[in-house]
């Protein structure tokens, strides 16, 4: 589809940068009340927090931990924590404010929310992790909350993370409140309070998104050849349901490496390898290792970053060979490399729309702890199925509407909902 696009420069190609771009395009299309704007364009709390940690080694290091709080007006804050080098105040807004425009578009009554701690994870023994983990939740204290900013897994945290967090912020509580607090984090282990689904929820999205566009472009899946960067939690679960759609994995890239094999390469077989070498799929014996640089313009149908922002720029968008991206990242291509893949006719299913499936997943987590219920695979799949199915529709509809490209769309729905609550409130008349 070639449609309208951004088209402001910005001297500079960070998050933040992108992020604000693509707000400022959708909500000149609509022409946002200029007060709701104003609003919009700030982050209501941004949260940095230094704190002291013994090593195991005995000596003391001092970590820096972020929680940016975008906007809350369509409930309590979400979105994930991040532990990795790069997460800084200007990565934690920017993901932040994606997390506002993606709990709106899901239609959550949820807000937008992100934060981390920036360290290198492969530094540090588990014990230290623990450590770290634990200090960083007393530090936030009661900026978070089960009905104020709900945390969740991203980069290099996961369910043993969640699970730290929650007995942490438990620790601090009276004996009645630590019943009832479940739901102060998600994506927990499922003996922790975690819900069923959770693990493959954004994955499982990502692969939605693509079958419901490919339903809707008359392909067939089959024999499709598509490629993945990042192979964590969002990356393998997508490439796992797309296999097994009958789509074939020809090349993997990770933060060690790029493999490629144009046969396939199997994806548990892959899974499990990576696992026993401590998180690389470097050295698989099944595909060959490929320079990097390469991986991008690599023969494919689909492409799938899942991995970290950034990734697809000028530098590399006009060699891509694919027609559809399926953004499983978050901001993983840049508002100049999205003019450029546009102009060549490739579609991309936007983040806030391809990702959404794991807050949705997160969603269904705190609402089970929330009304004491649990929920069988079965159920939480179908409905994840059916709220992926309306956020596409809708997108799709108003990107045919408007006759302008899906993040756009995307965007112009999430913008419009909370520009409906300001309005209805009666602030902004
Ligand atoms: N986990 C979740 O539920 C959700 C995650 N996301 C987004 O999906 C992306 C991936 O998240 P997860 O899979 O959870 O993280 P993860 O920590 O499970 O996996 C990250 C993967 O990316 C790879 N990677 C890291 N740096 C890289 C680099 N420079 N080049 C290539 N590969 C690199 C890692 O080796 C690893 O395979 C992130 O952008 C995250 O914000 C979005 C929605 C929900
Ligand atoms: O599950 C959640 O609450 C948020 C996950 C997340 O960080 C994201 O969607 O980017």
């Known amino acids: 589809m070639i449609a309208k696009v951004a088209s402001k420069k910005a001297p500079k190609q960070g998050m933040l940068e992108n992020v604000m771009r693509q707000f400022d395009n959708a909500a000149d299309i609509i022409d946002l009340n200029t007060n709701i704007r104003k609003i919009l364009e700030v982050t209501n709390n941004e949260i940095v927090v230094h704190f002291p940690v013994r090593m ?6 001092i970590f820096t931990g972020y929680r940016v709080q975008h906007n809350n007006a369509l409930g309590p804050y979400k979105g994930g924590l991040r532990y990795h080098p790069t997460v800084d105040i200007d990565a934690a807004k920017a993901l932040a404010m994606w997390m506002t425009w993606k709990t709106s578009l899901a ?50 945290t996961n369910p ?45 999205g990502v692969f939605l998104t693509i079958k419901f566009w490919a339903e809707s472009h ?33 090349a993997v890239q990770d933060a060690y490496g790029s493999i490629a094999n144009e046969e396939g390469i199997n994806v548990d077989q892959l899974f499990d390898y990576q696992k026993g070498n401590k998180g690389s ?12 640089k390469d991986f991008f313009s690599l023969d494919c149908d689909i492409c799938i970053p899942a991995a970290l922002g950034n990734q697809i720029t000028p530098k590399n968008a006009h060699k891509l060979k694919a027609y559809l991206i399926a953004e499983g990242a978050n901001g993983p291509t840049d508002v100049d490399a999205e003019e450029i893949l546009l102009k060549k006719g490739i579609d991309i299913i936007p983040d806030i729309l391809c990702n959404s499936g794991g807050v949705i997943g997160s969603y269904f987590e705190w609402l089970q702890n929330r009304n004491g219920e ?40 999430a913008i419009e909902r909370l520009e409906e609550a300001y309005v209805q409130r009666g602030i902004f008349p």
Request: a neutral charge; aromatic letters at 10%; proline letters at 4%.
């Open 281 to 292: 799929i470097l050295g698989y014996a099944k595909a060959r290792t490929i320079d990097s």
């Open 218 to 250: 008359n392909v067939d899946l089959k024999d499709k050849k598509f490629i993945v960067q990042g192979f964590g939690n969002v990356g393998y679960w997508a490439a796992y349901f797309l296999v097994n759609e009958g789509a074939i994995l020809t």
């Open 107 to 156: 239609g959550l009554p949820y807000g937008g929310a992100k934060g981390g701690i920036q360290l290198d994870p492969n530094k540090y023994s588990d014990t230290e992790l623990e450590r770290i983990t634990r200090r960083f939740t007393y530090a936030l204290g009661d900026n978070i909350g089960p009905e104020l900013d709900i945390p969740a897994p991203d980069v290099n």
């Open 56 to 61: 195991d080694n005995g000596e003391v290091e």
């Open 374 to 413: 649990i929920w069988s695979l079965d159920e939480v799949m179908e409905k994840l199925e059916k709220k992926m199915k309306e956020s596409f529709t809708t997108v799709i509809e108003t990107s045919k509407k408007r006759n302008v490209d899906m993040r756009t769309a995307a965007f112009i729905i």
């Open 160 to 204: 043993q993370t969640m699970a730290w967090i929650l007995d942490t912020y438990m620790s601090t509580k009276s004996p009645a409140e630590r019943s009832t607090n479940m739901h102060v984090v998600t994506g927990k282990p499922i003996g922790a309070g975690g819900s069923k689904g959770r693990d493959r929820a954004t994955g499982f």
